[in-house]
């Protein structure tokens, strides 16, 4: 296997200092320019950029060859590349998925259909992908071939049909081996920066950018490795110039590294209490859970959940039935306000009554606490969005409240109705960016944000709520993204971490590897 890696790295070198040095340079400092395209600018511009990027794939394959192909050629290589980008498209394409997401931008209405109907076609959806992308092995070494010597579509699909699949997985698990040994390289250095950071920040920053540099000029130099692998051939260096394209690629690298690690911010991201609720310290949604984790940790917002009853009043509940806080059969909407208010609730081993909007309300205005209130998105609740809007927005807005729901189709009547509260927009997921829409801010899912869906939120000069972020580490990476705050059921562990030195450049590399 050590073999085997010092020949990959070997050949690498030889390919990144050989004839096609400056290929490999022009086509890694397009893929460095079109990633800050897409933080930066994001739509069109990345757009265009990922197009001319794809074609670097299939000219310097060209090149690799000695051959002069024909545009038939080409474009059996270019779109057979497309079709198992697409395949492989869930896996991040290293950190470009988040590029091409940044560089669409679906209509919201769109977007919303698509959000709100998930549980209707992920289901029959994520099979389907599985089993293409597992049957997409089998033609690998079949497109292997085909950037080798281009033949015919016929051929492409003969080859792979004919392919044994275990015998490209095996293959695949060899290749796997220098990934490994990278990812360890990448873990050793990240744990040697936060190291070096708890000592000095400075030095923290420094350590991080020779660690970025290195790690992406390694990472190149395997790539590199494995497609003279491919064409079986390895290039010597003849000149000085020719050596000098991988300091290029070097200081490529640096500069990319330098833009990417950001200077510590200059104010932590806002608390606030998912549900009202500080750990397990209350049944969620509970006024009694509520005035605890005031007193306890006194949030920015408390977030909490409502939705409309069979007589068109709002109860304070996230659940759409009462079978797990209340052991009662049924959906809430179902159950009229008297029904409701008052109910005992249970969970882990404390106890609570189910609440009116207008009680949970009062109660905040006690505390002196702003809530962020989401609408669920559950029965006729866009249909009570006036009443709700003359009642509720003027009060909410004096007290600093904000109102969020999943449904997009809410947000849009409450905002037709009324200027006076701020709404923002809830997705589940990262799809695209958005096109011009009614929402004030965004509350994003934390485990599918990237850097470029914060930026093009804040080119919007709309702020970014991240949900739902419980774990003390994944506070403090995404901390570091820079968001106008953190949902959270765990405020007072926020709290803490946000009292306690912070490591910026450590969680900056464990960012830039996730985001792989």
């Known amino acids: 296997m050590l073999a085997r890696g010092r020949q990959n790295l070997k050949l690498g070198l030889a390919s990144l200092q050989g004839p096609l040095g400056g290929w490999w340079f022009g086509g890694l400092g397009l893929a460095v320019a079109v990633k800050w395209l897409g933080i930066q600018v994001g739509g069109w511009v990345s757009g265009i950029g990922l197009l001319i990027l794809s074609c670097w794939l299939p000219l310097v394959a060209e090149r690799m ?21 697409l395949i492989w498209l869930p896996f991040g394409w290293g950190g470009y998925l988040a590029t091409l997401q940044a560089s669409l931008q679906l209509p919201t209405d769109w977007q919303n259909r698509l959000f709100m109907t998930r549980y209707d076609w992920l289901p029959w959806l994520v099979p389907i992908w599985l089993g293409l992308w597992l049957c997409s092995f089998k033609w690998l070494p079949a497109w292997r071939d085909q950037l080798r010597q281009p033949t015919s579509w016929r051929q492409l699909w003969l080859a792979g049909w004919h392919q044994r699949w275990w015998a490209v997985v095996r293959r ?128 920015a917002m408390v977030e909490m959940d409502i939705q409309p009853t069979a007589d068109a009043h709002w109860v304070v509940m996230h659940d759409p039935t009462l079978h797990q806080l209340a052991d009662r059969p049924g959906p809430v909407q179902a159950y009229q306000l ?88 809830i997705t589940p997921f990262y799809l695209t960016n958005f096109t011009t829409n009614v929402a004030d801010f965004y509350s994003l899912q934390a485990l599918t944000i990237t850097r470029e869906q914060l930026a093009a939120a804040k080119r919007s000069g709309k702020p970014v709520y991240l949900w739902t972020v419980d774990r003390g580490s994944m506070m403090q990476r995404l901390s570091v993204m820079r968001p106008a705050g953190l949902i959270t059921n765990q405020p007072g562990r926020l709290r803490r971490l946000q009292q306690q030195p912070q490591h910026y450049y450590f969680y900056q590399l464990i960012n830039w590897l996730i985001n792989l």
């Open 338 to 425: 008297d029904q409701l208010a008052g109910l005992p609730l249970a969970e882990h081993g404390q106890h609570g009554e189910l609440s009116t909007f207008d009680h949970y309300l009062a109660t905040a205005h006690k505390l002196r606490q702003p809530l962020l209130v989401e609408i669920k998105a559950v029965g006729n609740a866009a249909q009570l969005i006036s009443p709700f809007a003359d009642r509720y927005a003027k009060v909410l807005e004096q007290r600093g409240g904000a109102v969020h729901s999943l449904d997009y189709t809410v947000i849009v009547r409450l905002k037709q109705r009324t200027q006076k509260i701020r709404v923002g927009y």
């Open 65 to 85: 060859t000695a051959q002069h192909w024909s545009w038939r050629q080409r474009g059996l290589i270019w779109v057979s590349q497309l079709v198992l980008a």
């Open 172 to 299: 695949l698990a060899r290749l796997s081996l220098m990934l490994i040994g990278w990812l360890i390289l990448a873990l050793t250095l990240v744990l040697a920066t936060g190291g070096l950071e708890t000592v000095s920040v400075p030095v923290g920053r420094v350590a991080a950018i020779v660690s970025l540099t290195g790690l992406q000029v390694v990472g190149w130099v395997i790539l590199a490795g494995w497609w003279a692998g491919w064409f079986e051939r390895s290039s010597p260096v003849t000149s000085v110039r020719q050596h000098g394209w991988l300091v290029g690629l070097s200081l490529l690298a640096l500069v990319f590294s330098l833009g990417w690690l950001q200077t510590p911010p200059t104010t932590a991201p806002a608390i606030i209490a998912h549900r009202g609720v500080n750990g397990e310290d209350g049944v969620q949604n509970t006024t009694s859970a509520l005035k605890r984790t005031v007193k306890a940790t006194r949030p």
